[in-house]
């Protein structure tokens, strides 16, 4: 299990930087619903790293481990989400939110590979199912964050001729 807890102890790392990135964004992002998603997944990030916490010392002790996690409140958030209008900022604070929104995206889109990598990499059923489990959770991430930029582009008839997801 050596190579699971270097997995985890990886992820950890991964975990707290993008709790970090949140703390850090949260006030720079000026639609009022970017910041509560922050908020949300900065929450997020946290419990994480705690059920990751947990998961490193249960190897440590060689106690089983209990993947039956808690899932995440994002179909909750999700639907407020959709219900929420946008704040009428100006067209270059949009903009400018969407830089560090693709930014939160992209980190969760990383996130989502090295799980899914991780889980091929390791033959034990329980870990893999640890790791697809955290894996699912940062995919509900990139969807919170995909749907909230598509709404910004929405709102400001932005036509780049592409999504950049």
């Known amino acids: 299990m050596s190579d699971l807890k270097k997995i985890l102890e990886l992820a950890l790392s991964f975990e707290r930087s993008g709790q970090e990135f949140y ?3 949260m006030e720079k992002v000026k639609q009022v619903l970017a910041r509560e998603t922050f908020m949300y997944l900065m929450e997020m990030e946290s419990s994480h790293v705690e059920f ?5 010392e249960k190897l440590k002790t060689d106690e089983t ?13 999700k639907e407020r989400l959709k219900s929420q209008a946008l704040s009428s900022n100006t067209y270059s604070n949009d903009l400018a939110d969407l830089s560090i929104l693709r930014m939160a995206y992209l980190i969760e889109k990383d996130f989502v590979e090295y799980y ?5 990499k390791i033959e034990d059923d329980r870990a893999k199912k640890l790791l697809t489990t955290l894996r699912v959770w940062e995919e509900g ?4 964050l995909k749907r909230l930029m598509e709404r910004i582009y929405e709102k400001n008839a932005l036509d780049l001729g592409f999504y950049p997801f």
């Open 23 to 25: 703390k850090s964004n």
């Open 52 to 56: 990751i916490k947990k998961m490193i």
């Open 116 to 120: 899914g990598k991780a889980s091929e």
């Open 141 to 144: 991430h990139m969807e919170l």
């Open 65 to 77: 481990i209990n993947i039956e996690a808690t899932g995440e409140k994002d179909e909750i958030f």
